[in-house]
Nanobody, 125 residues
Framework: QVHLVESGGGSVQAGGSLRLSCAAS????????MGWFRQAPGKERGGVAI???????TYADSGKGRFTISQDNAKNTLVLQMNSLEPEDTAVYYC???????????????????WGQGTQVTVSS
C-alpha cells in the first residue's frame, strides 16, 4: 500500500553535496512522520533527519548545519540536501515513514513501519 523510492545517491569527494529524494505513493508525506535513516558497514541504523506532521524537523548531531530536510507537497516527495559531506557520511540512506503525527530523529529504527530500498552514498577523502 505504501511505497517509498529513494534516488540521488552516488559518489562524491569530501566537501561535496548530494540531494536525495524520496518519492512516496499511497502515503501523504505532509500528513505523517517521515524522514531519513542511514546505515554504514558494521554499524547500526541511525536517524539522520526527521519531520513530523506539523513540519517540525529534527537532525542528528552528525548532520546539524550540513543537512536539510524539506518536502515538496505537489510531488509528494521528501528531500534531503546534504552539504559539506564527510567520509563518515558514507552509508546506505533509507527513506522511512509511519502513520503517526509525532516523531523525532531520536526514535529508533524499530519504531518506523515503512522503509524504502535505500540509496548508496559514498564520500571519498
Amino acid at each position: 500500500q505504501v511505497h517509498l523510492v529513494e534516488s540521488g545517491g552516488g559518489s562524491v569527494q569530501a566537501g561535496g553535496s548530494l540531494r536525495l529524494s524520496c518519492a512516496a505513493s499511497g502515503y501523504t508525506a505532509s500528513t505523517y512522520c517521515m524522514g531519513w535513516f542511514r546505515q554504514a558497514p558494521g554499524k547500526e541504523r541511525g536517524g539522520v533527519a526527521i519531520k513530523d506532521s506539523s513540519g517540525r524537523k529534527t537532525y542528528a548531531d552528525s548532520g546539524k548545519g550540513r543537512f536539510t530536510i524539506s518536502q515538496d507537497n505537489a510531488k509528494n516527495t521528501l528531500v534531503l540536501q546534504m552539504n559539506s559531506l564527510e567520509p563518515e557520511d558514507t552509508a546506505v540512506y533509507y527513506c522511512v515513514a509511519r502513520r503517526l503525527p509525532s516523531c523525532s530523529v531520536e526514535y529508533p529504527d524499530s519504531w518506523w513501519t515503512y522503509w524504502g530500498q535505500g540509496t548508496q552514498v559514498t564520500v571519498s577523502s
